[in-house]
């Protein structure tokens, strides 16, 4: 593949997701849209438009059997991931693909390790992680402008779409959590996970969840997903020692909100009877300082999803969410998911990687 | 007592709440404001002020003495709450106490027995719940407008005093769960809670917390305090099968939204296996009606705490917010602070009124 | 024309509006996209993508040569507008343009007059005419819900493109004289008009301006409109003395509030001495009953207007927002134009349809 | 006057706005409250209470006559205050005032006359100007750091309550006005005003009306006052060529927005030809900085008011908001009245100090 040309890609998925891709491959300049695959080909069809003269298909082996595709964007149902995904890498094609990766962390763990022996990029659509918020976010908390991270709130609700495949957790939680691997420093994971849901309206699984996320450096992160509010709120809240962020994906106006208040204790952290004493000594004290809101560019997150991993292709190298940031995510939940068949009590994050027939030292990675 | 003269009253406590109860003791004309007594006399004198007639006093033994005083209101410390309303009830006053009624449900059952002994009213200061919102929100749920119950969610956060003696599920879930107990129908009662907290700033105990208490008609409410964050929010949405209504108590010009909105499974809930089929065959439906944001009077809520308190005096009755309503939340807050102490798993909320030397036939309630 | 083909469209003009011409009449079942004009055909190209198979021209008059071009849509620059619509006129083709309809009254008239003479459909694009919002709003001012008009308050004010050719109030004015226009009732009407403006930074002509227009019940209506502020305000209340509606474009959950609130006087409305003697014993009264946010449907409004001009294509009736629409508008602004420039007092508005020589007897008005 | 001696003070009027004056007056360690004077001696002891010794009297004479009274409070009916305020300053007590500071210019400059004459301090309560947003406004304003003024834009409306001896302008248009006067720098003042009003409701005099005021340095301010919005806003923008600050006293949690956005035009301001042929080559730009929310201490205002009032007797200075200030707050109202009366036009703002007979050189100002 010659990086001048431009990519061709063909988009697999016709759905709710899939005409976003379409629109936003066909827009970005280092791509050419080859294809639009749907078992429904009239569902293809209506996507594109009578105007247009890409080609709809409902076959997906003659899309990857096209040497002028090299590159394949998956927004079919998760249960399909498995199977497309793993049969465009076969063929030698570079995968974007919607989240979750795969409906089992065993599963993903597959496509993770055949993307890296062959050395194709596989990334996956944390869309959000590529909005300017976050990622000016991931600029504030990596570069150390918050201080120590203090907790992380994020809530997600609203009247959605009830789904009958999967529960609100699988749904909606991924993209918390896959905004937490994208902004988290390196030396600061996830440690073990509880996770109550209920479903009150008879769905026949979990309509309104919560999970708690036990943090390397002891901290928690909170997410509040719900299918059933009236009301939609988004917002992320990251509370640092020296700044706190607030996000509120709902306010075109004012997405960032960047604290300088907070609460101190004049006492360093102590263990035990001396940290005890400590504390009967300790004065608290608040900073009521400004609030920033920082400009922000205005940019579709989808263009700039496009962006990364046309350029993950041309520099053969691994995209900001690739395979094992999804993999980290599949951890979270099936982790999660256990949690809430056992009554909610916090059970440890499964290894991502494990187990040790995935290829650690892949080169795209 | 005869009822026609005004109650005389003896405030106790001129720390934080102190100064509130006074003036509004004070404006109601169905009480006299007798004493204002703290250990800290000064500190009486200045709430007071230098143009008031009204006598602080250090002495609490001075004011229970005083036959013109038939009640005390008692802001004091937590701590201190079990000697100061002992004695009081000895001495034959009805008390209105600040919330939680005593440190330990223990300490609160000996407090309730011995009101109920005597036939003396015992009254939490469970101020929310005689807010105008909170009023009709109960009239809402218990008048069955909402339909069943789905999920409630409180968020009480922002940018609080960090308390030495006591955690922020001690310092500020006490709000919520009395709203939960004011406004949940006969019917419907928690049965069990899950709690995970945090100390991200070394205060010595925690400072972010999270409750999810499953109620007995098999939904759950979810309860976020938190000390720690840089915005204020207050808000409680309760979910119901036909409406679902949104408190934000900062929001003085809609503090109530009634939203016509909602999801419904069109099978009736069923269990085991003819319940596994039929959610096959499930189909989910929408409701998008219009949201009514009811008129509500303008009214301090403390002003309503205090004629509820003088009509439970007058009138011989259990106010709304009980010495009972005060052990429920009490038993709550133990069986949370249990889950805590056990990792976050679910634990069965207390008995409130076990054990069996409470009265139970008492007249007052 | 026969009316069961879709109706052919060719969109003149690829500038800042025309992309969204040309998506909603690609998109509009009973339309087909015939071709893209622009003097600029690069432009043009660009706005049509590389996977589109419709044409771009720079000849406006191949365009109407086409006999499969039923109507044309024109989003050129209003100066433009006289010479592209009546061109278009002239050729027998329906036409959709942007407001102002012309830059003069004197060429809008010429405008109307030439599509009534050939039976030719004339229709502004006031897109928020279509609005799910105003058209809601609309039934409530001419159903009689509000009562009697009091009062209109537009803002529409935000860090704006600051135009060159046009000032404040011909750039974004139209926008709420138009909506007054398509919902005022059949009995109340403009009819005088006071304006100031001002400029700044400099510009050449007003960036802030202030309109007060006289209505013919009495009440006032006003407008404010501002490129420099920094906040992004579009709100209309309507006041009447039974329900009083705020429209907020910009809070996408709650755009329309409906309030059974407002003030009434005790005693009907009279003049001169017994007036006067009456106010004396005037009582007022406050209503202070609930507020209702209607469920609007979620519709882009550019869709609503191509199903309106393709609906009076087909039925060979006037459209909601027709030409002489237009020029009620045309007449407000040019009236605000001479008050602006006498220093702000009231003028007259000027009669729309004057001079004699408009053909008011078309038939498709 | 000896100022060690806190000094005393009376209010004179138990209506609307008395029971802040007693309250205040009773909060400020420099003052000591002597009497609470009403014609309503009833009303003037309910609001003081059963609890208070401070003496309710119904003889403006007998306050006067009291030598331990150093200053008056009046907040009497505006129709009131030049009798009222005349016979304390003859009593040589210092006097605050409500606004405005009496129901003509001419009676106001009387007044102002008076107490130059005596060196007594005349203050006026325009108690928004004594908030901390708006010190902070003003210490932006004059400091420089909103570069030149381009504009200010007020909003002041709500359900108010309806008066019968004034119509909206008067009663609510003097808090913006003073605003104006205490922000705006030296060399800036307001030159001309139109007004328009309406009454829908049949009041006997506007309940609804828009100013627009020239200023000397060519921009306008803008103020909008109504009482019949079923919603409330009270807002004000002051648009500068570095700075724009939004003042929204309805947001406690964000009271001022500080954006560094705005539209700069790349040429000097020029008139004439030159003027215009440089606009044709001008160039427009923008910035899209960030947004700062200042952090204010919490006060109340009126607390600020008596500490002026204070500190100016003391200190035996002029204060922030002195008798002049109230004349030119008075000379606009006045000018705007005509404005109004004569159909909107633009009328040249009274000169508030004007006639000659006017104390200029007097100590205090």
């Avoid at 065993?106 to 869309?127: F, P």
């Avoid at 980290?328 to 009554?343: D, N």
Wanted: glycine share 8%.
């Amino acid at each position: 593949m010659t990086t001048r040309q431009p990519i061709g890609v063909a988009v697999v998925g016709a759905g709710y997701w899939g005409p976003n891709l379409v629109r936003n491959v066909a827009a970005t300049p280092a791509m050419r849209l080859r294809h639009l695959c749907d078992l429904d080909v009239d569902r293809a069809r209506r996507v594109l438009g009578e105007y247009s003269i890409v080609p709809a298909t409902a076959s997906l082996d003659a899309v990857l059997a096209d040497p002028e595709v090299d590159a394949v964007a998956v927004a079919t149902p998760a249960a399909t991931h498995h199977a497309v995904v793993m049969a465009a890498l076969e063929a030698g094609k570079h995968v974007l693909v919607e989240k979750p990766l795969a409906p089992t962390l065993e599963e993903g763990r597959e496509l993770v390790a055949a993307a890296e022996r062959r050395d194709l990029v596989l990334m996956l659509d944390h869309t959000y992680c590529y909005t300017p918020a976050v990622a000016h976010l991931r600029g504030l908390v990596r570069g150390g402008e918050l201080g120590d991270l203090q907790y992380l709130d994020s809530v997600r609700i609203n009247l959605g779409l009830v789904q009958r495949d999967v529960d609100v957790l699988w749904d909606l939680a991924p993209h918390d959590l896959s905004i937490f691997d994208s902004i988290l420093p390196a030396d600061v994971a996830p440690v073990a996970v509880s996770a109550h849901g209920s479903d009150p309206i008879g769905a026949g699984h979990a309509c309104v969840a919560h999970l708690t996320i036990q943090l390397s450096n002891g901290s928690l992160a909170h997410v509040h997903v719900n299918w059933l509010s009236p009301t939609k709120i988004r917002t992320l809240v990251v509370g640092g020692s020296r700044r706190t962020v607030v996000w509120d994906d709902l306010n075109p106006t004012q997405r960032l909100s960047v604290y300088d208040r907070g609460v101190d204790a004049a006492i360093p952290r102590q263990t035990g009877a001396a940290g005890a004493a400590a504390h009967e000594r300790a004065t608290v004290s608040y900073r009521l300082g400004d609030m920033v809101a920082p400009a922000l560019p205005e940019k579709e997150a989808l263009r700039a999803v496009m962006e990364e991993f046309a350029a993950s292709i041309t520099e053969q190298r691994a995209p900001l969410t690739d395979g094992r940031a999804g993999l980290r995510v599949l951890a979270l939940l099936e982790s999660a998911a256990a949690s809430m068949a056992e009554g909610g009590a916090f059970v440890p994050v499964l290894d991502a990687l494990a187990p040790a027939d995935l290829a650690l030292d892949g080169a795209t990675s």
